[in-house]
């Protein structure tokens, strides 16, 4: 059974930092692995997908990599800003639904 | 021009009432999901339709009945709420079922039981 965790829990760096998010999943045999966004009381916001035959993909400043073989992923966030401050969430799809890690909180402070 | 929407977005009611939340999605997919984020804001599948067909049903009381009336909507029936039920129920559709397509999420119904 599919099981994805995320470390840090909660993280939490001054502005203009460059991060790391790591997501690792148990079982290797995915289709995709998608990073989201959520903000307090709000919806979730993809951020980037990665194809299982990808090894990373890049959005302005974030960059998300998939290394399938030891069941992990990073996002790479540059140049970090407040307005960067949510939960990101990564989710492993291995059937047809997404398995959720429990998520890093992110609190950039000027 | 909302890709995945839900009514309501607020829901707040007394243990044992029946309720309906509403999802709807323009995107021309064929495939539906259900999910609920709990209070420690741990999101799991509950279900998925594609084409108007269940095929994910997860471990679920069955006094939640989802129902699709056609693949652009999936609704989500709670009959008898519980306080457990409390919790933020979010939609998401993407292009097909199994793997490799990109999900797309609601703004999630936030569902409150007094």
């Known amino acids: 059974k599919q099981e994805v965790t995320q470390i840090p829990a909660a993280l939490s760096v001054p502005e203009g930092e460059n991060l790391v998010l790591n997501c690792s999943f148990t079982?290797?045999?995915?289709?995709?692995l998608q990073w989201f966004r959520q903000d307090p009381g709000k919806g979730l916001t993809s951020l980037l997908l990665?194809?299982?035959?990808?090894r990373e993909q890049t959005s302005g400043r974030l960059n998300a990599s998939l290394d399938k073989s030891s069941g992990r992923s990073t996002l790479y966030i540059a140049a970090s800003q407040p307005g960067d401050s949510a939960t990101y969430l990564c989710?492993?799809?291995?059937?047809?639904?997404?398995?959720f890690g429990k998520g890093t909180t992110l609190s950039v402070s000027s | 021009d909302t890709a995945v929407s839900q009514t309501p977005k607020y829901l707040v009611t007394q243990m044992g009432n029946d309720k309906s939340i509403k999802c709807e999605q323009n995107?021309?997919?064929?495939?539906m999901y259900w999910y609920k984020q709990d209070s420690k804001k741990f999101l799991k599948i509950m279900f998925s339709y594609n084409n108007k067909e269940l095929i994910i049903n997860e471990t679920v009381p069955n006094r939640f009945s989802p129902k699709s009336p056609d693949k652009a909507h999936l609704n989500l029936h709670i009959n008898s709420l519980e306080l457990g039920d409390s919790a933020v129920y979010f939609c998401?559709?993407?292009?097909?079922?199994?793997?490799?397509?990109?999900?797309?999420f609601g703004p999630g119904t936030r569902l409150t039981v007094t």
């Open positions: 998401a559709s993407s292009p097909a079922r199994g793997g490799g397509y990109e999900q797309y």
């Open positions: 989710a492993a799809q291995a059937g047809t639904a997404l398995i």
């Open positions: 995107l021309g997919h064929d495939t």
């Open positions: 990665i194809q299982s035959s990808q």
């Open positions: 079982d290797s045999a995915i289709y995709n």
